[in-house]
């Protein structure tokens, strides 16, 4: 049990070190978000700083799970970040529906990343923990499945 690896949510990279250092110190894996615009100096710092995962960001703005428009260019920050030895990639921000996902690992990601989604259900079921964990559970069955599908 403990923490494998913390994202910290907008750290710059460029003011990452003590972050960086701190983490390693207490044998925790630094995680770091490749934006949508990300130009290469920043994939490059992103696949070199991160360990653990890569957490790819779907589109600009928000996440929500009603948002599901993505960045055209994700094909090219995945095959950068791969090109610099990134952590396996994940990609979020908007994940909701199965097809989503599927699409996702086609484009060659290692997984996807449903936050939103996920609290949607528990905010939906505040009042029912049984039906909660019900739906949960056949949330990542679905989401599972379209990793293999």
């Not at 960001?57 to 090219?76: I, K, Y």
Request: aromatic content about 6%; proline content about 5%; hydrophobic content about 40%.
């Amino acid at each position: 049990m403990g923490v494998d690896a913390v994202l910290v949510a907008d750290i710059p990279l460029l003011a990452a070190e003590p972050y960086i250092q701190t983490a390693k110190k207490y044998g925790i894996q630094p995680v770091f978000i490749c934006p949508p615009n990300a130009d290469e100096q920043t994939i490059k710092a992103v696949a070199e700083n991160s360990e653990g995962y890569t957490y790819l960001v779907s589109r600009a703005g928000v996440t929500s799970a009603e948002n599901q428009q993505q960045a055209t260019n994700l094909d090219n920050l995945v095959q950068g970040l791969k090109a610099h030895n990134a952590p396996p990639i994940l990609q979020g921000f908007g994940i909701s529906q199965p097809h989503q996902v599927k699409a996702a690992i086609s484009m060659g990601v290692a997984g996807a990343i449903s936050g939103s989604a996920t609290v949607k259900i528990i905010e939906q079921n505040l009042d029912n923990y049984a039906q909660c964990l019900i739906e949960l559970a056949n949330f990542c069955q679905q989401m599972k499945k379209a990793t293999s599908a």
